[in-house]
């Protein structure tokens, strides 16, 4: 019986081990990543940033995929909020559709933080961190207009016309480019910021409107669609293609002189900021404040060894 | 008696209001002009007499860079822009078309700084001047419509008189907006939004 004894001790001890790391007070907190798509790379960066640092933060933290779905979403945030998780770090698929799922985790005591994409609220949310689209295009535009000598034909090729930043970056953009009545507009059409749709708009455009002198793209996907195109139609050398975002292929393709500009956006600082706020949240703080920008920066030929893809060096 | 009292009480309980009225209330949006021009002529002045010089900025950026932009900037979001007031006094070496170069006293050196006189767009003004708060505006249009009207005070009130003018080799005392990239300063690329022009010789 005595040898026995010492695995008595240690079945023992095992058990009460089991218990105290059952016990609710040192069960981890969770904070819940939903993202838009994670067939964009962009996308994919900005989640798993998110949830690194939660992890950093000291929280368990779990990414769910909307996979560009409203109804999907809709039921990643039944599960959350069933699931007990205590945050939401967010990035919607639509700027009205996803208000819905928003306000369900604010009814039910979850703070929701959006990262990148808006929701056309301004109370359903906790904090909005978003990046500053208009003011990033106002300042492409500037570069545009410079590199146009204030005169030429252009294209705009739009991102999914119900999402806001394709509105904001338009926008911003033509409130410079508008100032100027010897840049001319040929063409506005949407390729829902896909580089193969684009690639087709730009092939078409080209055919009605065979001399242009650029294209404003509202994300980089669609401005690599947009070369590829004038690549195939050898214009690739007189027509200056702008893009937005800081991808990685774009970031390349400044450096080679074959796309003029972008605008750098921030990924990772909207990803933390959002998993700091969260963590302030559940520690006790309030004063939010409901939309804050993150600045977007001009990225051309001349600075663009300051830069890598999503960010600066 | 009781009749009385019921339709008393039906008339106090009863509020009747056009529905025009109803609608301008609900539709009230922010007036980004009339909010701007009262910061342009009210607030601003103030902002701009307290402007710092561009030769103390520098300075104490090159010194201690954390320093100079905790006292002397700002900025609404989050990023590496930060923006200035600051005041200088120049001599105007070129008039180009978009913009007046500016040579100024740097210590014991001269350095040439940009004045823009054509693209005054960004929100150099606006987060310069430390008047504008973002908890205040939930609506980022807003907020961009704000750096649009004063950037427009500019375009269309400061800079007709003085371009029609100015000439090169004129002294002139410049208070405006400048745009620091917190991590890649380039003070020979330093660009001037101008606010406050004054020819002095």
Redesign the interface.
Known sequence: MLKRLPYFLLLLSCFFIQCKSKSPADKKHKVAIVVSTLNNPWFVFLANTAADKAKALGYDAKIFDSQNNTALESDHFENIIVAGFEAILFNSTDADGSVANVLKAKAAGVPVFCMDREINSNTAATSQILSDSYSGSVAIAKYFTQQLNKKGNYVEILGIVGDNNTWARSKGFHSVVDNYPELKMVAQQSADFDRNKAMEVMESILQAHPNIDAVFCGNDGMAMGAYQALVSSGKAEKVKVFGFDGAEDVITAINENKVAATGMQFPKVMAETAAQFADEYIKGRRDFPQKIPVAVELVTFKNIRDYIAYGKK | MLIVAIGLVAYKSVYVKKLSDMKVATDEKFDAVAFSKRLWEEKLPARLSNAVELEAFIKTAQINPVDAFSKYTN???????RYALIKVEGLITDINE?DIMLQVKLGDSLMTTQLATE?I???AIRDASGLVD??D?????D??NI??ELNKMVRKTVLPPFKAVVRKGDKVIVTGAIEI?K??IKWNELEIIPVHLQIIQ
């Open positions: 900025a609404l979001g989050i990023g590496n822009y978009d693209f767009y960004g929100n973002v908890k505006f939930p609506n980022t249009m907020l961009n750096s649009e990239h991590e890649h």
